[in-house]
């Protein structure tokens, strides 16, 4: 009973948020049929969740879980930018920015799963119906918060004219999208090799920090939402709570804290991982580490 509880709140709360999200994030952008745009991205977002939450339970799998995520992160900037009618430099660079790293990280863990052939976080999950039907609503408050910024600049009443905050928030998305893909692409070299099946990982920026990969998608959102400032009003500054958002899911929910569990469960005792966690930063890479011999355990 417990759990039901628990999950029916988590569904109502995510929800809940949402709204409150839609509500400040539509203050002065435009509408369709007399509904915000921003808004009914939202709702979009939602609906793209629930919808696939069917087949999932009745299939029993997560495999397109990921892919979902990042299917809905294209299908809102696709809508943001051909329902608002903008065409202008600024909305098409947001827009590109979050679709190019949709596109990415959705192909990278679709194809990961599909090798793996299951995600074990979600073993005690799937079977049962709310709490798995939590995790897709989860999911759509992910991806409607995360992208909040960026959607209120696109569906934003006025155009917007590239310029010092476009190029700030394009150069931080660019290196964060980078680390992001080199870290995620070392990670998979090092996996490949059977001799590492019972090794961590301490090379390249894995050295350099232990979550390198998150740092980049943190920064790279950082980046969306510098460039969406200009554009922003009002109850619409409430969205560049997106990058915060990021930082708490992926170092306080499913990220750094579940990984860091499980790492200390496998190597805890090892001499080596202690000494990597004494010396490795968790998130922020520290390039000082490239400068000594790489080493793996």
Avoid at 195 to 223: A, K, M, T, V
Avoid at 234 to 261: D, I, N, R
Wanted: hydrophobic residues 50%; glycine residues 8%.
């Amino acid at each position: 009973m417990k759990g039901w509880v628990l999950s029916l709140l988590g569904i109502v709360v995510s929800v809940s948020i949402a709204t409150a999200m839609a509500v400040a994030g539509s203050q002065g952008g435009v509408s369709v049929a007399g509904i915000p745009l921003f808004a009914l991205c939202g709702v979009v977002a939602f609906s793209i969740q629930w919808l696939l939450f069917f087949p999932a339970y009745l299939f029993q799998t997560e495999k397109f879980y990921d892919l979902a995520g990042s299917i809905t992160y294209i299908s809102l900037a696709l809508i943001a930018v051909g329902l608002s009618g903008h065409n202008d430099a600024g909305s098409l660079l947001i827009a590109g920015m979050v679709i190019v790293w949709a596109a990415r990280l959705g192909s990278f863990l679709f194809i990961r799963i599909m090798a793996d052939g299951e995600d074990s976080r979600f073993a005690s999950i799937k079977p049962d119906a709310l709490r798995f039907l939590m995790t897709w609503t989860l999911q759509g408050l992910w991806v409607f918060i995360t992208f909040s910024a960026g959607l209120a600049a696109i569906t934003s009443a006025q155009a917007q004219t590239p310029g010092l905050y476009a190029a700030l928030g394009a150069s931080m998305w660019l290196v964060g999208f980078i680390i992001e893909v080199v870290a995620d692409q070392q990670k998979r070299n090092f996996r490949k090799l059977p001799e590492n099946r019972d090794r961590f990982i301490n090379q390249g920026l894995w050295r350099c920090s232990r979550h390198p990969n998150y740092f980049g998608e943190i920064l790279l959102w950082c980046g969306v939402a510098v460039s969406a400032l200009p554009l922003l009003s009002g109850w619409q500054y409430l969205t560049l709570v997106s990058p915060c958002f990021v930082y708490l899911l992926l170092t306080q929910v499913s990220g750094v804290k579940m990984l860091e569990a499980r790492a200390r469960r496998r190597w805890g005792e090892d001499p080596d991982y202690q000494a990597y966690l004494r010396q490795t930063p968790a998130l922020l890479l520290n390039p000082w580490r490239l400068r000594r011999t790489s080493s793996v355990r």
